[in-house]
């Protein structure tokens, strides 16, 4: 049986209008089915930021539709929208937004404290996350007393305790060294199988890339290349190199070498 769509743009054009006007997207179409892993790549300036604003539905293409979970999400008032996007949605950035105040068991069950979910499934859904993410020794910390692994677990572990239909990530490995960054990877991918969670991530990494199933590469907001994981991980990462050598742009976007590659 044919897999579910859960994000579908159809010609999506954005401008941006500054004092100049920019075409940041360009007529581009793009899907992702149920359970998919994609990852988003193309150099600085290329539309990938927006392309995930738009799919997030934090901003609105000036033409082309949008459809998520079978939705438009134009045809939502504000309130609808804020609680579909808090519902639909789990988010994981390159920059950790954990609220200071807060320890980080009280950080992820956020999601649920604005539901107003019952406090006992809270309990038991935030026993599940820490265990899954290796968290419990942590749960009374605050987020200054993490380290940079540990508090980008607490963020995934906030963005999946409500399970949403899709995580959106932005370089969720970018301020990571590299044995947390596999860490982050391979927990994403361990939820991405286990829950058939939709992910999407635009990354500069090409090792980062290499975890998903799906490489979509874009450049000058118009669509460049798609390539599909195979077996091995290694020879999909020298594929995904070889497309991004094709691709051009700054070589300062290639933060790792393929010697990095393990
Ligand atoms: N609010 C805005 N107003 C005007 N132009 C913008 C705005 N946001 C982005 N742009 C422009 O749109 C283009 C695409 O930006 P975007 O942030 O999507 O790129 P990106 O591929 O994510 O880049 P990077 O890898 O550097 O983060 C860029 O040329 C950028 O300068």
Redesign the pocket.
């Known amino acids: 049986m044919d897999k579910k769509t859960v994000v579908k743009l159809q010609e999506i054009t954005k401008i941006?209008e500054?004092k100049v006007m920019?075409r940041?997207l360009n007529r581009l179409d793009f899907e992702a089915k149920e359970g998919e892993f994609i990852a988003i790549m193309?150099?600085?300036?290329?539309?990938?930021?927006?392309?995930l604003?738009i799919i997030s539905t934090v901003d609105e293409p000036t033409y082309g539709t949008v459809e998520i979970d079978g939705i438009n999400p134009e045809q939502l008032s504000e309130e609808e929208l804020a609680i579909f996007r808090r519902r639909q949605f789990g988010f994981v950035f390159q920059e950790i937004h954990l609220l200071q105040m807060l320890s980080v068991e009280e950080n992820i069950v956020l999601p649920l404290t604005l539901d107003a979910k019952p406090v006992r499934e809270m309990e038991e859904r935030l026993a599940r996350v820490a265990e899954a993410l290796d968290l419990h020794d942590i749960l009374q910390r605050r987020p200054h007393e993490l380290s940079g692994g540990q508090a980008q677990r607490t963020a995934i572990a906030r963005a999946l305790i409500h399970r949403p239909k899709l995580i959106l990530a932005d370089e969720p490995t970018g301020n990571l060294d590299s044995k947390s960054a596999r860490d982050v990877l391979e927990l994403l991918t361990a939820i991405n199988e286990r829950e058939k969670t939709t992910m999407i991530m635009?990354t500069?990494d090409p090792v980062a890339a290499s975890y998903c199933d799906r490489v979509l590469f874009?450049k000058d907001?118009e669509f460049f290349n798609e390539i599909y994981r195979d077996v091995n991980r290694q020879t999909f990462f020298q594929r995904i190199l070889n497309v991004l050598s094709l691709l051009g742009g700054n070589v300062h976007?290639l933060r790792t070498i393929p010697g990095d590659f393990r």
């Open positions: 941006y500054s920019h940041a193309g150099p600085s300036g290329s539309g990938k930021t927006t392309l604003n635009v500069h874009i907001g976007d």
